[in-house]
């Protein structure tokens, strides 16, 4: 049976708009997007999820933890699963908050730290080769109760999709600009509702079906 291994953070989790910080929370099987995008490929495949909440594409958070730092994460869950037929990296979020001030081209370039370790001959050839989704992630919006987190991050994460379009490209990989099928919530800014879940992984498993 294929597997699909979805990498990201709390968006990938499934986390839903927050309201009161705190309090956890997350939707269940058949909202979450990575177990549509599964549904829309069909009963045959598997899926293999790998969301953190919090996660970055490459720092580690002074707040969170070492953990959140993608690099360690991919390895490990690479490591743990497979063999891996499709791999989606939604990442980036995070990395807009304000404490890493990062530049739209150093988020991109944790970016490309990930994809080439995906890409290496070590985990291609550990996975048998898989095929990769880059997913840009769709602006964040400062408003709700984690809005001061992500001060200046509006700004940064709507100038991240053509970046990621242009490094997809350069690897010869597959692009889906999440901004162009949904929106944040203005709950928070930062995730998405119901409705917006299941947009999104139509449009995965559309893209991941154009892949194969």
């Known amino acids: ?15 839903p708009p927050i309201v009161d910080r705190g309090v956890y929370a997350r939707f269940g ?28 594409a490459a720092f580690t958070d002074p707040v969170m933890g070492d953990i959140m730092d993608g690099r360690e994460g991919l390895k490990m869950a690479l490591q743990s699963h497979g063999p891996v037929d499709v791999m989606t990296l939604m990442l980036g979020t995070n990395d807009v908050k304000t404490r890493f001030a990062a530049t739209p081209e150093i988020v991109v370039a944790g970016i490309a730290g990930l994809l080439d370790l995906a890409m290496s001959m070590e985990m291609q050839a550990r996975h048998g080769g898989f095929k990769i989704l880059l997913i840009c992630p769709p602006p964040v919006v400062e408003v709700g109760p984690i809005k001061t987190e992500f001060w200046g991050g509006a700004a940064r994460s709507q100038a991240l999709p053509p970046l990621y379009a242009a490094l997809a490209q350069s690897r010869g990989i597959g692009f889906l600009d999440a901004g162009k099928v949904i929106s944040v919530s ?13 947009r999104l992984g139509l449009a995965v498993g559309q893209a991941i079906k154009a892949l194969l």
Do not use: I, K
């Not at 049976?1 to 986390?15: A, E, I, K, Q, R």
């Not at 995008?37 to 495949?45: K, T």
């Open 1 to 15: 049976m294929p597997v699909l291994f979805t990498f990201g953070d709390s968006n990938t989790h499934g986390t």
């Open 29 to 56: 099987r058949g909202v979450r997007w990575p177990t549509v995008a599964q549904a829309a490929l069909g009963p045959d495949w598997e899926l293999a999820e790998e969301g953190l909440p919090g996660r970055t």
């Open 186 to 198: 203005m709950v928070d800014g930062v995730h998405y509702d119901e409705a917006a879940h299941n």
